[in-house]
T-cell receptor, first 113, second 110 residues
């Protein structure tokens, strides 16, 4: 199993540009989520999904869109990038049961100029 | 709104010493409390976790102590090693949402 994969590893955007961060998992996990990690802020939940076709907002959803058309993929879209979205983004997945381990991807480092 | 408060922000421990990281929460509906370890440039990885009906869980050198009445839980790393130097995050889960603490950067001196 490849686990949770994320692409790209690093991206530089200009303010106002849009892009999609890709996330895929091959463990047949129902639950997938996106976090952003900023210094001193820990990991903050952006959006999450409990299955194909089902998504919901987390703590900091503004400026981001998600969709879940398949169990495997959970892309995160930045509609109009802003410098405040400069961060490291992590995707995670798990089975949707209490006590199940949440597996994180390697992260995407995003710089918005 | 930070629902899980973690302390200290950073910690320096001598090799062989005990590292202790504390977390406090407010929401009594949380039903799962994992700790994650993160090395630079990597994603967090689950270290150990506990459910609120258990007061302590031990896995090797790592122990979680859980105090439900005080709404606090802590990670103890016994016989700390330089390889334990990393950032540690506590978290709490309610239904499908995880809330993370702000992290503790641990450095173990050789």
């Amino acid at each position: 199993n490849a686990g949770v994969t994320q692409t790209p590893k690093f991206q530089v955007l200009k303010t106002g540009q849009s892009m999609t961060l890709q996330c895929a998992q091959d463990m047949n996990h129902e639950y997938m989520s996106w976090y952003r990690q900023d210094p001193g802020m820990g990991l903050r939940l952006i959006h999450y999904s409990v299955g194909a076709g089902i998504t919901d907002q987390g703590e900091v959803p503004n400026g981001y869109n998600v969709s879940r058309s398949t169990t495997e993929d959970f892309p995160l879209r930045l509609l109009s990038a802003a410098p405040s979205q400069t961060s490291v983004y992590f995707c995670a997945s798990s089975y949707n049961r209490v006590g199940e381990t949440q597996y994180f991807g390697p992260g995407t480092r995003l710089l918005v100029l | 709104q930070q629902q899980v408060k973690q302390s200290p922000q950073s910690l320096i421990v001598q090799k062989g010493g005990i590292s202790i990281i504390n977390c406090a929460y407010e929401n009594t509906a949380f039903d799962y409390f994992p700790w994650y370890q993160q090395f630079p440039g990597k994603g967090p990885a689950l270290l150990i976790a506990i459910r609120p009906d258990v007061s302590e869980k031990k896995e090797g050198r790592f122990t979680i102590s859980f105090n439900k009445s005080a709404k606090q839980f802590s990670l103890h790393i016994m016989d700390s090693q330089p390889g334990d130097s990393a950032t540690y995050f506590c978290a709490a889960k309610q239904h499908t949402r995880y809330i993370f603490g702000t992290g503790t950067r641990l450095k173990v001196l050789a």
